[in-house]
């Protein structure tokens, strides 16, 4: 598994990590099996966020890490409408709570809310000096948003930036990537796979990425997060909750596309023009 520092925080990361949206309808010791079968295979990075089951992936994600917590990055997120600057700490500690931890690796603003942000930040920074968290990022930005954090606490601050990223809504790479790349802050792309709806094996991108696929003997989803993380500072987080999914998408963390691979998914799949920011 290919790993890349992680933003400012310079931590060697896993390019392909694992995501938990949603695990909370999952069978729950198929999910966790999942998890640490992901571990296992150097999907170290895991995304949660207190959003998710109300608090019960969290939950879920404690009980795949217990008694192996140093092997992972751990990324959890508060709610715009808890992002005060002592509602970031409660919510913080909270999700700490349930992740059975005392240390987030990184601390993320799901998106932009209400509470100014130069509190939230300021939050952020005080339990970083507390050692509750390593790090901290933001998720769901514009590229204002992110010169307005910038401008707040320091670009160097920012560890990474958590955005809407699949072969099929790639406009983070008309403005927010370059940005990112060039003040050192990880991308982090969710929903790799269209959260459910990845290219059919009859459509022009689907067999496109067939065919790469078979000339690598891989598949077209290890094709498909190969591409997402094919430069320097691009991470990816699928979610799975079934071991042989988690099996397929850790090989995609060693998996190189040519140039000429590259160029022909670029092709398959084309950026749209700029529409604004997605999310989902
Ligand atoms: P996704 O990763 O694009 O897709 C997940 C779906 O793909 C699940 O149904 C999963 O099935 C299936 N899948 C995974 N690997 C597969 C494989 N190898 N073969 C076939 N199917 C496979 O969707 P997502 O959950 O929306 O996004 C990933 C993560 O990004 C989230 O879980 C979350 O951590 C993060 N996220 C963040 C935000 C944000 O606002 N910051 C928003 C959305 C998502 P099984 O589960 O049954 O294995």
Known sequence: MRREPFGPTGA??????????????????????????????GMTH????????????????????????????????????NASRAGTRRACEASLRRLRTDRLDCYLLHWPGRHPLADTLAAFEQLRREGKIRAWGVSNFSLEEMERAAGIAGAERIACHQVLYHLEERTIEHALVPWCVAHGIAVVGYSPFGSGHFPGPRSRGGRVLAEIAAVHGATPRQVALAFLVRSPGLFTIPKAARAAHVAENARAGDLALSAEDVRRIDAAFPRRPWRGLPML
């Open 46 to 81: 895991i995304d949660t966020a207190e959003l998710y089951g109300s608090g019960r992936v969290e939950e879920l994600v404690g009980e795949a890490i217990a008694g192996r917590r140093d092997q992972v990055f751990l990324v959890s997120k508060v709610l715009p409408q």
């Open 12 to 41: 060697a990361v896993p390019v392909v990590g694992q995501g938990t949206w949603n695990m909370e309808r999952d069978d729950r010791a198929a999910a966790v099996a999942a998890l640490r079968a992901g571990l296992d295979l």
